[in-house]
């Protein structure tokens, strides 16, 4: 039995035992809005007053402790109430701060996704260009070496016997010659699509400089070479330089050694030895300081080679 039904009924028993004369004041006090307790109090002894005012004391403290435990309740609440707002509009919050970073995650992974498609187009080209060296490659292999006889004339006449002079050396296929209007024509094109910057259409263009090996060309070759901003123009660049054999690109090409593509890097190597013989001795996964260290050395190289090289290859320096 809980405090307050203890109280209760001593105040019920109380007010049962009050004497028989102090029902009309009871009454009386229940007509004029008094309390029982104070006709008990006035009709009763001394004891009962003592007794109702301890239990009013009892009530009083029991009320106080119910009170202040109800007001703590509602203050636990009240801060509960604050803390799920918190929490909801630190929610409200993250999420709107985890939409804004996913779109521009999904922005980043469709230009990423653009560029690697543009990009694995050109390696395809590539590959198309490297299949077609191999098969120029393999037709030199399979080609029956000729055999260079050498006929000496002497005193009266007649000819010496023929003999071996060198090893057998095979040589490329020419196949049958195109039509001077079909070579201009391709030439042109190639021409004009060199001035483009779009590597789609400089591709095909290079290559067609190469094969005809259009010399006046040489400059804008080595310009896409220096400045063009895919690294694929530039190597193409570089290739073709190096099958023309262009002593004027050999400068450019020792550039391109640091180049910040390891491609164009590659690719400038074997241009400069297809073009000079000099061997810089870089391999593929050399680092920047040695290729820097290369082109310090193929600069000093053609300084004291340069004029050998262009005696050697029929290409005077200009002006000289």
């Known amino acids: ?84 707002e918190a929490g909801l509009q630190s929610m409200q919050e993250a999420s709107e701060e985890s939409a804004q970073a996913n779109y521009g995650m999904l922005e980043t992974m469709r230009e990423d996704v653009k560029r690697f498609g543009k990009a694995t187009g050109n390696v395809e080209k590539m590959v198309a260009r490297l299949e077609a060296i191999e098969k120029r490659l393999k037709a030199v292999e399979d080609r029956p070496a000729q055999i260079i006889r050498e006929t000496i004339l002497k005193g009266g006449g007649g000819p010496a016997p023929t003999k071996d002079t060198g090893p057998k050396r095979p040589t490329l296929p020419t196949g049958p010659k195109k039509d001077p209007a079909v070579v201009a024509r391709e030439i042109a094109a190639a021409r004009k699509g060199l001035a483009s910057e779009d590597v789609d259409e400089l591709f095909p263009a290079i290559e067609k400089i190469r094969q005809h090996r259009v010399m006046d060309a040489v400059p804008r070759l080595i310009e896409i070479l220096q400045k063009h901003k895919d690294e694929f123009g530039r ?54 300081r040695r290729r820097r260290t290369a082109r310090n050395k193929v600069k000093e190289w053609w300084r004291d080679h340069e004029a050998a090289v262009r005696t050697t290859l029929g290409q005077p320096k200009a002006g000289g």
Request: a negative charge.
């Open 1 to 84: 039995m809980s405090k307050v039904a203890i109280i209760l009924a001593l105040y019920a028993a109380l007010v049962g035992t009050a004497a028989a004369g102090g029902t009309l004041m009871l009454l009386q006090a229940d007509r004029d809005g008094g309390t029982p307790g104070a006709a008990v109090e006035s009709a009763g002894s001394e004891d009962v007053r003592t007794m109702l005012a301890e239990v009013r004391g009892l009530w009083r403290e029991e009320l106080k402790g119910t009170l202040k435990d109800i007001n703590w309740r509602f203050a636990e609440m009240e801060a509960l109430r604050k803390s799920m």
């Open 235 to 288: 190597t193409a660049a570089a290739s073709a330089l190096g099958d023309m054999k262009v002593a004027d690109a050999v400068l450019a090409l020792a550039e391109a050694l640091v180049d910040k593509s390891d491609l164009v890097a590659s690719q400038a190597n074997q241009a400069i030895r297809h073009i000079t013989e000099f061997d810089t001795g870089l391999g593929p996964s050399d680092g920047i």
